[in-house]
Structures are given as structure tokens and as C-alpha cells.
């Protein structure tokens, strides 16, 4: 078979080998052991000696697994050896879930405008994480697994792709509730078009399309924030709603910070029993008033957090925004962020993707991917670099992971060169995440062989195809000196844009057409010092 995809692996398929060395590593994320400014690793034990913990192969708590039910995991291989020995902690990365895709919303705009995003607001998992995946889901709570790969043209380096995916979205009948707090940026900066007046037309569709009993309030804040509609059940009051909306005007200057406290405390004076409660961020993040250090604004508001399971969703908008401070509220927030330039893609995230976004399926999800010392000779996560987790921590249920709802995947895209002859066990990516609901721990597995590697990336699936393309062209986005590398197999940008029409042209698929044009728009650029060769 092509590849090999894992679902729900209990101790019976891991034998109590290595395999049970769990998920994948450091992107959102970075977790490689030796910790390099590119999350790469040698395979050498740089750890100084020192003795980690490594992930145990009995069976994670949460009850009997679908590999035990099943009894054998899916496409397991019969002649795969068993491993006694786990490998050493550089051949581990780890990392913590994250669905964020903010950052390529924000280069799109930014190539769209003629100029090159910074760097610095180029993180590879969010383009990854912006396409469709055709990974098989779960059918309750939790994650599915799927681990494949595809051999480059560069000597014995292939793209591992380790994909994480929840339950299909409930309808919008089978939802719970929600209570949603819309804290919202009237500063002066939102009078330019496409920040304001796309919030308010947004939330009026919204409100109409919300359930009856889902519960909506407002904050709005510029110096000073304001309620300016507490909790309010929809029902018949949806005209308060929308009276409420039409009112929001641009003010003054930013004062985030008040903004995000004001909007935790209306949440809390509103929370509802039994209901999904969530504050809905939006803005463009350019804080310059009162306190604009996000640790300092997240620790005011970390009881709401901790003690009411209150997460945060961050919708970024303008020419303008304040990339690094909506990331990291929303990172450290429990929550995920997005970015929308144009009504279009304001009415998809709030009147489609919302409803994802209300519920959750899983709470501080991490994932570890463990790579075979015996085949494996170096490593690189692509991406993940502000969500590495210590390895020893996978399985610290107390140190902080992702939040995930259903319809969601989760993707992390590895380099990774093999040893020359390797053949056998290549990784094993597992996830572990609390019940949103019990805090009860769980995990799931799933593993590569390298005779399941596609032989070229390029006649490998469709998706898969996609995944790289888009991975390539945000390392070439970010190129930046030496700190991140061109990856094992890159393109030119016109030939990587040659490759994306395509892909586009096969599947009819708008969302690749729009990365074709993107890559079109960088390379018209001339921007050879990030994407040409020579």
C-alpha cells in the first residue's frame, strides 16, 4: 500500500516496543530534541546524557482502544520488528496542536498588495493547515491519525506528513449552545475599509443565522473599553443585537488590553451552564494604548481561563495588523486565530467556520512524533517553531497543548533524510489530549514504514502534493540568513507556481487556485534571494 494510516492504536498493536514513542514534534509547534533555529536534528545525542522520560508503551487511560477492538491496527505490517529499546530524545519532536491559519491569510493580503510579508509573520504550519485534508476522522471525541510520506529528487530526503484529523462538525441542530462575547476594535485604525464595516456586516449575517438559543454579547473598546450589550439570548431579541452593531463607530486610539479584560468579564457575568462559552477577538492588533504585552494582559485574565474553560478566538483584519500580539493571546489564550481581508472570507469564518470553533472535541492536544534511530539519520519539522513542548512533557497533562473542535485536521510536514539502505520502521506519530469535558487523558497512534514512502513526491496524491507545495512557498516566504534552510526538494517559485495551477486545474479546488496566484504575485516580485535558484 502507498501509505500506511493509523487510527485509534491501543497496547496490543504497539507490543511494547518503541512504537508507543508518541507524536510528532515542534512546528506550531517545534520539538526537535536538539532544538535548532530550524527544529532540525542529526539524530546525535546532544542531550548532554541527561534521562528523560520517555512516552511508555501501556495503554494511554480512556478506556479500551480501537486497536483492541479491532483487534489489529489498521495496515499494519506483519514483518515490521519490534523495538525494545526507545530512541534517544533527539530522535523525538514535539509540539502542541494548533489550528491557526492567520498568518497565510495575512501574506496573501500582503503579496496581494505588492509586498513581501516580513519573515517574521511567515509560520509554514498555518499555510499547511489552510487546505483540505482527506484524512479518515474519528467517530467520537478525540483524533485520528495519519502518517505518509513521499521521496524527494534529493538524495534520500522525503516529505513525512503526520495528519491529525476530529469528527465530521455536528450540524448546527446538534451543537451545544453557544455564548459567545464579540470583543471588538473601534480604535481609530478600523475606519479603514475592510476592518470595521467587514466586522459589522459579518456579525449582522451572523446573528441572523445563529441558533435561538445561543447567546451573543458585545464589548467594544478604543481608550477605554465598554459593554455595549451584555449576555443576551437571541430568541426574539435579535433586533437589540443588531441595533447594537449598527452602533459600533470608529473612536480613538487601541487599548487591547482593556478590551480583552472588559471582554473576559462580561463572559464570566454571562456564562452559561451546559453551553460552549467563548470570546470572539476582533482586530487589528495594533495595540498603543495601556498594556500591550500579551502575557501580561492573558495573566489578568487566566482564572476565567483555568476555572471557566473560556477560550479565545482571534480574528485578525486590515492592511495593517498586529501579527506577533494576536498570535500569542490567542496561543496562550486557549484558542486559535484566523486572519480576513475581504467579505467573502469574513462571511465564511463567522456564518461557516464558527460553528467549528464554538465547540471543542479536544483540550490541550500535543502531539510527539518518535523517528527510528536505525533508519532515520536527520530530521526537520517545517514550522511549528512558537508551539514546541519538551519532550518530557508530552505526557504532563499539566503543561499547556491546543484546543481542537470537530471538522478540523491538523497537519505537521517533516523533512527527513533516511540512512543509506534503511528499510523498516521509519516514525511513529501519536496525540494526547484531555476530554473537554471529564479532563480525562487519551491518546492515539499511528506509524510509517519506509517501504510505504511514495517513490516521487510529484505522482504522490493529490493532497499530499498540495501540503508540500504550500510548505515550500512559506520557507521561501520566510527565508531569512541562514536560520531556515531551503528544504530537500524545493522549487524555483515559478516552477512551484507551474505546480500549484495544476493541482488547482485537477481538482477544481478554488482555495489552491488562490495559493497558484499567491505564489504568481511573490514571484512577480523578483524576489530571487527568496525562491530562485541558481
Known amino acids: 500500500m502507498d501509505h500506511i494510516r493509523a487510527q485509534a492504536t491501543g497496547s496490543r498493536r504497539l507490543r511494547g516496543t518503541l512504537l508507543a514513542l508518541t507524536a510528532a514534534g515542534a512546528l506550531l509547534l517545534t520539538g526537535c530534541g536538539a532544538g535548532s533555529g530550524d527544529n532540525s536534528s542529526d539524530g546525535s545525542n546532544k542531550s548532554g546524557g541527561r534521562n528523560l522520560p520517555l512516552p511508555s508503551p501501556a495503554q494511554p487511560s480512556g478506556g479500551t482502544s480501537q486497536g483492541e477492538q479491532n483487534g489489529s491496527q489498521q495496515g499494519e505490517h506483519s514483518g515490521a520488528p519490534d523495538r525494545e529499546v526507545a530512541p534517544s530524545p533527539d530522535y523525538l519532536s514535539t509540539f502542541a496542536l494548533d489550528v491557526d491559519t492567520a498568518s497565510y491569510g495575512y501574506a496573501r493580503r500582503t503579496l496581494a498588495g505588492g509586498h513581501i510579508p516580513n519573515p517574521s509573520t511567515v509560520r509554514p504550519e498555518e499555510f499547511v493547515n489552510s487546505f483540505r485534508q482527506d484524512y479518515e476522522r474519528p467517530d467520537g471525541n478525540g483524533f485520528s491519525v495519519t502518517v505518509d510520506g ?266 527527513v533524510r533516511t540512512k543509506p539502505g534503511a528499510s523498516g520502521h521509519l516514525a511513529t506519530a501519536s496525540v494526547r489530549w484531555l476530554d473537554p469535558d471529564s479532563r480525562a487523558p487519551h491518546e492515539e497512534s499511528g506509524q510509517l514504514e519506509t517501504g510505504s514512502l511514495h517513490d516521487d513526491l510529484w505522482s504522490s496524491p493529490h493532497a499530499f502534493q498540495v501540503t508540500a507545495v504550500a510548505a515550500y512557498f512559506a520557507n521561501a516566504l520566510r527565508a531569512d540568513g541562514d536560520r531556515w534552510s531551503a528544504l530537500p526538494g524545493t522549487l524555483p517559485l515559478d516552477e512551484l507556481a507551474t505546480r500549484a495551477h495544476k493541482l488547482a486545474s485537477a481538482s477544481e479546488d478554488k482555495a489552491v487556485q488562490d495559493l497558484a496566484t499567491a505564489i504568481d504575485q511573490a514571484n512577480d516580485l523578483d524576489i530571487c534571494d527568496i525562491g530562485c535558484t541558481t
Open 150 to 415: 513521499a521521496r524527494t529528487d534529493d538524495s534520500r530526503w522525503s516529505l513525512v506528513r503526520v495528519g491529525l484529523a476530529t469528527r465530521a462538525a455536528d450540524s448546527e441542530s446538534e451543537r451545544p449552545p453557544a455564548a459567545l462575547t464579540f470583543v471588538i476594535d473601534v480604535s481609530g485604525s478600523m475606519q479603514e475599509p475592510g476592518r470595521l464595516d467587514l466586522a459589522k456586516d459579518s456579525l449582522d449575517v451572523m446573528t441572523d443565522r445563529l441558533r435561538d438559543d445561543d447567546s451573543v454579547a458585545l464589548v467594544t473598546f478604543s481608550s477605554e473599553a465598554e459593554t455595549v450589550l451584555p449576555m443576551t439570548r437571541l430568541g426574539d431579541h435579535r433586533g437589540r443585537v443588531h441595533d447594537a452593531i449598527d452602533g459600533l463607530e470608529p473612536q480613538d486610539s487601541t487599548n487591547l488590553g482593556a478590551g480583552v479584560d472588559q471582554g473576559y468579564d462580561t463572559a464570566v457575568d454571562g456564562l452559561r451552564e451546559g453551553a460552549t462559552n467563548r470570546v470572539v477577538l476582533i482586530s487589528d492588533a495594533l495595540a498603543n494604548t495601556g498594556d500591550t504585552d500579551a502575557d501580561s494582559i492573558l495573566e489578568r485574565i487566566s482564572s476565567a481561563r483555568r476555572e471557566h474553560g473560556i477560550t479565545l478566538f482571534g480574528v485578525g483584519v486590515g492592511s495593517d495588523y498586529g501579527d506577533a500580539l494576536m498570535e500569542r493571546l490567542a496561543d496562550k489564550g486557549d484558542g486559535h486565530t484566523t486572519y480576513v481581508s475581504d467579505r467573502d472570507e469574513a462571511r465564511t469564518v463567522f456564518c461557516e467556520q464558527l460553528p467549528q470553533n464554538i465547540d471543542l472535541t479536544a483540550r490541550d492536544a500535543k502531539a510527539q512524533v518518535a523517528f527510528d534511530p536505525q533508519t532515520v539519520e536527520k530530521f526537520r519539522l517545517i514550522g511549528y517553531d512558537d508551539r514546541k513542548v519538551a519532550d518530557e512533557d508530552f505526557r504532563d497533562d499539566r503543561v499547556d497543548g491546543g484546543e481542537v473542535g470537530p471538522g478540523h485536521t491538523v497537519t505537521a510536514l517533516y523533512a
